[in-house]
């Protein structure tokens, strides 16, 4: 993949000149944050970042949680990221900002380590997740539990997680992997949240079990918008899989429906009603259609 150039500790430079030693603490134990950003090409030809403001407050919060203190303001950052696009020449893309602990000595305690920052963009338009639907497995590997880690943040270590879950799921010839909780509860999937609809009722899992996404966040209120009211709750197997419809909602997949759960076809195998509404006006939005919504989009 072609990174072009990225920005990195306040500079413009070519990514493979933006060079990390191997002693990083980072890359021994995960001790970094991070967001995936999306920017889209807008039905007028402009290019917006959706949600920028929301992930830069979510990625300063996640680093309160490392004690890492960014070097640089919202205000620089939100810029810097505008100017990745300008310089690759960017519209629809996915952006990732990263902030991490640097190279000082291999033990886990983090006084006066150097704290690392950069952004990169790459081109990227729809999901990631292709085609009309997924299918997917319930893994065996479990969420990590609320007790044992701050849910709410995007640690970079947490993410091993996701990636033994999508090892066994691709080992399987399934599409995505969904992690259950401690409990045996829904959680989420590797790299998005959940959504399941019976009687035309919409319900997600808890907040307190699951990384509260952005993109969920929207389409609790977009779906508000449409007519439904979204309730959050404890979501059994059982539940999931005589669910009339499932789909999934991440920054890197959008609106992603699920059409198959094991071996277990959901709504006939078959794109549902309400999913197909909330993936349109989803669209819609990132796209600057609907003026309610340009307060979520940042223009470049």
């Known amino acids: 993949m072609n990174y072009g150039k990225v920005w990195f500790n306040g500079k413009i430079i070519n990514h493979e000149k933006a060079l990390i030693p191997f002693t990083s603490h980072a890359l ?3 001790t970094g944050v991070f967001e995936g950003i999306r920017s889209y090409e807008t039905y ?21 949680i490392l004690n890492i203190k960014i070097p640089f303001s919202k205000k620089v950052l939100e810029q810097a990221i505008k100017r990745v696009l300008i310089v690759n020449k960017l519209k629809n893309s996915y952006i990732r900002p990263i902030a991490f602990y640097g190279s000082q000595h291999f033990l886990l305690y983090l006084k006066n380590f150097p704290v690392e920052v950069g952004i990169f963009a790459v081109p990227f338009e729809g999901s990631y997740l292709k085609g009309s639907g997924v299918k997917v497995l319930i893994s065996k590997y479990k969420r990590l539990p609320p007790f044992s880690a701050e849910l709410q943040a995007k640690l970079c270590g947490y993410y091993v997680n996701s990636v ?9 010839k399934f599409d995505e992997a969904l992690l259950l ?7 989420e999937g590797v790299g998005e949240n959940i959504f399941i609809v019976k ?3 919409v319900f997600t899992p808890k907040e307190k079990y699951v990384l509260p996404g952005i993109t969920r966040k929207t389409c609790i209120e977009l779906l ?9 709750k404890d979501i059994s197997q059982k539940e999931l899989l005589q669910a009339d419809e499932v789909f999934f909602a991440g920054t890197a997949c959008e609106i992603m429906p699920v059409l198959k759960i094991n071996n277990k076809k959901i709504n006939k195998g078959k794109v549902g009603q309400i999913t197909e509404k909330i993936l349109s006006f989803y669209k819609d939005v990132v796209t600057a259609k609907v003026k309610k919504y340009y307060k979520w989009l940042s223009f470049v």
């Open 199 to 201: 009687n035309k009722k």
């Open 164 to 172: 033994i879950a999508t090892i066994e799921a691709h080992n399987k």
């Open 44 to 64: 007028n030809g402009k290019v917006a970042v959706f949600r920028l403001e929301d992930h830069l407050d979510r990625f300063f919060n996640s680093a309160k």
């Open 224 to 232: 508000k918008d449409l007519g439904y009211k979204v309730q959050e």
């Open 28 to 30: 021994h134990y995960g």
């Open 181 to 187: 909780d401690y409990r045996g509860f829904v959680a």
